[in-house]
DNA sequence: TTACTTGCAAATGCTTTGCGAGCCG
DNA sequence: CGGCTCGCAAAGCATTTGCAAGTAA
């Protein structure tokens, strides 16, 4: 499990019970998919019934700008959360059940910088999502 | 100008005023860039005082779902619209000024297309922005 | 003290919807 | 008549914020 508490920590954000807590659950979920805010909220108030959605909108915003999660934001109308990994990569969406996959392509990722380099910018950002059905076998 | 009244007439869609003017100020607008629903509500509204931002929900949404438009959602929160053109293309948004150039990458097309059946999906659907900044001469 | 953090409820911004009235075939 | 369509106001939903109380340094 990746150390969100201790890249925020380090990176001089004071940590409450309330961070911790959240962080920890985010950690956790992360696991297992992209939580939304209110997957994060519903679990962190398991463990701590004095948690409210408005620290975890708080929370998520902080631990955003500190760098050490990422926000993402799909088809579905909210934003999702994932820690932040060393290695970039993207996202491949199952439209019939939402599962998320993420994966990389160094080659994609090359021609997109020349794309916007040929446009007359620098690449700050991308977004790419492919949304697709599993292929049955 | 593409004709978005007459694709929606051919489909079916019955066209009233509203329709009529809503189509026109999309069209209109289509040519300078990607207006969201307050855009397109305002400049309808100069036309016919009498049409209201429910209606123009209401009928992009129609638009849309007789494929004469397209929704984007980019990072600012709102919903964006474009006249569908006969050729796909995706976008670079300028983070600065807020400005959406369209490109297309057939070889970037070819490898999501790959990518996807690679992790054993059909690819339905992509969404591919890049967000720069103007490189200064 | 002084600055930050929190829970609560109210407010926000974009979007959708219920309803009664109007319109068209 | 019967089914769309409309404007209006109210409701919805995710997210943000003002405020007063609580906490930490």
Redesign the interface.
């Known amino acids: 499990m990746i150390d969100l508490k201790k890249i925020c920590k380090d990176r001089g954000l004071r940590m409450t019970d309330q961070r911790n807590i959240i962080a920890d659950t985010i950690s956790e979920a992360s696991l297992e998919g992209h939580p939304d805010v209110n997957q994060i909220y519903l679990k962190a108030f398991e463990k701590d019934k004095n948690i409210s959605i408005a620290t975890v909108y708080r929370t998520v915003k902080l631990f955003e700008e500190y760098g050490a999660i990422e926000k993402h934001?799909f088809?579905d109308g909210k934003a999702r959360y994932e820690t932040v990994t060393d290695i970039h990569h993207d996202h491949?969406i199952?439209?019939d059940s939402g599962e998320v996959?993420e994966?990389s392509?160094d080659?994609?990722e090359e021609?997109?910088m020349i794309?916007?380099?040929k446009?007359?910018?620098?690449?700050?950002?991308?977004?790419?999502?492919?949304?697709?059905?599993?292929?049955k076998k």
Chains 1, 2 share one sequence.
């Open positions: 934001d088809k491949l199952d439209i996959i994966f392509n080659e994609i021609l997109q794309m916007a380099k446009l007359g910018y620098n690449l700050v950002d991308h977004r790419l999502e492919l949304y697709g059905k599993k292929i």
